[in-house]
């Protein structure tokens, strides 16, 4: 709809005499819901491609980062571990889409989107591995908390910098395009990201290279303590893809049938026409911006049970329920095994060491050049000096 | 062999490469049907099409992310940045993204494919803003090559090294030179190796260093100082990260005496990174300080631009009071 009209814009607009200025009311976004909070669907809605499989495999997701992450801010606290982000409140959005999306679909993230790795197959020990920097994680122990990546699972490990993923998914998707696959890249970004200059560069180049891309903004209302009123002054984020030439919907992101949904027809269109969509999903970031965060200085306790009671994980399970899919009893219980082996799993984890001092100078480049390995050498023989002052390294380090 | 300028032996490079690789890509900012601004790319569309090189939206941030993207999903993007001088809006994706992508995700994916190749440095009238000599603010950043020749045959066997090393790499190319240097150049395939100093003249008294558009200028002063009975031991570092320290230092501890010239600005300087590392290794050998002569620490200026440059006749005193001292 959105692109008719813009193309109509450019053939047929009128030429006038008198300035006639346009603005934001020129162009309304309508919102997706498809399920109500009881779990009822909304008349006329038209449900997406789901079945019971996915349906559950869907909520066994939701479930098991439930866990997760209830669990290991837990251990941030008991200073198990150094950091963390939760995405509660925010389930349906990214894990609604990425079940939209085929197993080898390149899936670059932000930060908040441990749900998309976990429904690829992510294994609770790796998430662990990740989170206690040891010696089994993929990353080998060099980057903070939550920053996952798996290469097997085509989910670009995180970075810490906001937008740098977007015009990297044009490119990804770009090569895409080249060899022809049906495949198209999913970026995830937030509201705030969207005021980086990396959003607009890429926005812009996937319009204009026509890639097989989905754009998928988390709009949960808040960049750390900033409220989106203060972010940004025009509708959100999904106008500013029909300026840059690319589809734009506005979907409930705690509706995970509205995600689902919006998500399969921006697939099609991406990788059937190489049409690049954006999709803005309006949610609410339930816990703190991190760690690191208490968000009782900059929002109201009243505001959070407002969003609260719109928890997008409670509202699927009202609908599998009606469904005849699940019932309280297996809710509970699953609830309960998924607690239990993130427990054992943060057991295992911490028990592993940390990375071996060698890999301090791997993977800068292909291979290390002769100035690191020299001061890896300098930085060993200085470690068998102090040993006591370096504890995680210096009993494993050899004796050569 | 054929004689060529160092655009041709550039635009001849990208063309192996395109050739033989279908991986390979060539875009930025005009880069596509027009050839780009100093032609570096011309005929390479016509050649291989659109979709493998072709203009983008004018955006060094995005040109880099994408080619980013590119090349984590194991294709070869040879991205250009129409002058050094514009590469600023790409440093978040250059030094905090492309560097760091291999070792952040402990090798579960790498931009090694990447190249980066843009035109720096002064005396072409450019002034502050299409004059400057970046290197510094990239040889400061793990993870990455920085690679500057200086003729067409070296342009030609770096750039290709450059592109196939399977990590990301910045090629500066020095565009003063890009039609007055002219040279023999062979047509076929041929890479120079990376991390490799090239001693271009062999000396006793003192090792003069340099890169890029540098060496035709201190081959003058040199030269000037032969004539008054100095041996100079002039050597191109050609990769300024990782750098080749042993010849530096076995140069050094030959000569005694070190010069090191580059048109950026004294403070900050690469220089200031080699003279540190020399003094370590050849601590006892010196018999001088180890001279800098450089761009001033101003910004790069327009009208003063004679005066700015650490021309032949700077390079030359400093040679001579090194030998005096």
Redesign the interface.
């Known amino acids: 709809m959105a692109t008719s009209k813009q193309s109509a814009k450019q053939s047929e607009a009128p030429v006038v005499h008198n300035p006639v200025f346009i603005d934001g009311s020129d162009l309304t976004t309508p919102t997706l819901k498809i399920l109500r909070q009881d779990g009822s669907i909304y008349e006329g809605a038209e449900l997406p491609d789901i079945d019971k499989e996915l349906a559950l495999k869907i909520y066994d997701t939701f479930q098991f980062i439930r866990a997760l992450d209830e669990r290991m801010i837990a251990a941030q606290r008991q200073g198990r571990i150094s950091f963390y982000m939760t995405q509660i409140g925010e389930e349906a959005a990214d894990i609604g889409s990425t079940a939209a999306l085929a197993h080898d679909d390149?899936i670059?993230a932000q930060y908040r989107e441990q749900g998309a790795l976990a429904f690829r197959g992510f294994p609770l020990d790796q998430f662990m591995h990740q989170l206690f920097s040891n010696e089994k994680?993929?990353?080998?122990g060099?980057?903070m908390p939550i920053?996952y990546?798996?290469?097997e699972l085509n989910y670009?490990?995180i970075?810490s910098?906001l937008g740098?993923q977007?015009?990297?998914?044009?490119?990804?998707?770009?090569?895409?395009k080249?060899e022809e696959k049906d495949n198209c890249v999913i970026c995830y970004f937030g509201e705030g990201a969207a005021s980086e200059?990396?959003f607009?560069?890429?926005i812009?180049?996937a319009g204009?290279f026509k890639v097989p891309a989905i754009f998928f903004c988390r709009n949960n209302g808040y960049a750390i303590s900033t409220p989106s009123s203060e972010q940004f002054a025009g509708d959100g984020i999904a106008p500013r893809a029909v300026a840059y030439g690319l589809k734009a919907i506005r979907v409930d992101g705690n509706d995970v049938l509205a995600v689902l949904k919006a998500t399969q027809e921006a697939r099609k269109l991406a990788v059937e026409h190489n049409q690049p969509v954006l999709i803005e999903a309006m949610t609410y970031r339930l816990g703190a911006h991190s760690t690191s965060d208490d968000p009782s200085g900059y929002r109201s306790k009243k505001e959070e049970e407002k969003w609260r009671e719109k928890d997008p994980v409670l509202r699927f399970k009202h609908w599998l329920i009606q469904q005849g899919w699940w019932s309280e009893e297996q809710d509970a219980e699953v609830a309960d095994a998924k607690r239990k082996a993130v427990m054992a799993a943060m057991k295992e984890a911490e028990k592993v060491p940390a990375p071996h001092i060698d890999d301090l100078i791997?993977?800068?480049?292909?291979t290390p050049?002769?100035?690191?390995q020299d001061q890896l050498d300098a930085l060993k023989a200085h470690i068998r000096k102090y040993p006591d002052a370096y504890p995680k390294t210096a009993g494993r380090i050899d004796h050569e | 062999m054929s004689n060529m300028n160092l655009l041709q032996a550039i635009n001849n490079a990208l063309d192996i490469a395109m050739d033989k690789d279908s991986k390979v890509?060539c875009f930025g900012e005009d880069v596509g049907h027009f050839g780009g601004v100093f032609r570096a790319t011309s005929h390479l569309q016509e050649k291989y099409g659109k979709?493998?090189c072709f203009n983008?939206?004018l955006?060094e941030?995005?040109i880099?992310?994408?080619?980013?993207?590119?090349?984590?999903?194991?294709?070869k993007?040879i991205a250009e940045i129409q002058f050094a001088d514009y590469i600023f809006?790409a440093f978040?994706?250059i030094v905090?993204?492309a560097a760091?992508f291999?070792?952040?995700?402990?090798?579960?994916?790498?931009v090694?494919g990447l190249t980066i190749r843009s035109p720096y440095g002064g005396g072409i009238h450019g002034g502050l803003y299409h004059s400057q000599s970046p290197e510094a603010y990239f040889t400061g950043t793990?993870?990455l090559?920085v690679v500057i020749p200086r003729n067409p045959y070296q342009a030609k066997g770096l750039l290709l090294a450059s592109i196939r090393d399977?990590?990301p790499t910045i090629f500066f190319e020095p565009k003063r030179l890009y039609r007055a240097s002219t040279g023999e150049v062979p047509e076929e395939d041929y890479e120079l190796p990376l991390?490799k100093a090239d001693i271009m003249q062999e000396g006793t008294d003192i090792t003069v260093l340099g890169w890029g558009a540098q060496m035709e200028v201190l081959e003058k002063a040199v030269a000037m100082a032969a004539e008054d009975g100095i041996s100079c031991e002039l050597i191109d570092l050609r990769t300024l990260m990782?750098w080749d320290?042993?010849t530096v230092s076995q140069s050094v501890q030959k000569t005694g005496r070190l010069l090191i010239s580059h048109e950026a600005p004294l403070s900050g300087g690469f220089a200031g990174e080699i003279a540190a590392t020399i003094q370590e290794t050849c601590f006892l050998y010196l018999e001088s300080p180890i001279a800098r002569v450089t761009g001033l620490d101003t910004p790069f200026p327009l009208a003063h631009d004679k005066e700015y440059m650490p021309d032949h006749l700077k390079n030359y005193e400093a040679i001579k009071r090194s030998v005096s001292f």
Do not use: C
């Open positions: 390149m670059m994680d993929l990353g080998k060099r980057q920053h990546g798996s290469s670009m490990t970075s910098p740098t977007l015009p990297q998914a044009v490119g990804y998707a770009y090569g895409y080249l200059g990396d607009h560069a890429a812009n180049m204009v791997t993977d800068v480049y292909d050049p002769k100035h690191l | 890509l979709s493998r983008t939206p955006t941030q995005g880099i992310g994408f080619a980013n993207g590119l090349a984590s999903g194991g294709h993007p809006p978040d994706q905090n993204e760091k291999r070792y952040r995700s402990g090798n579960e994916f790498n090694g793990p993870g090559k399977d990590n991390g990782p320290v042993e």
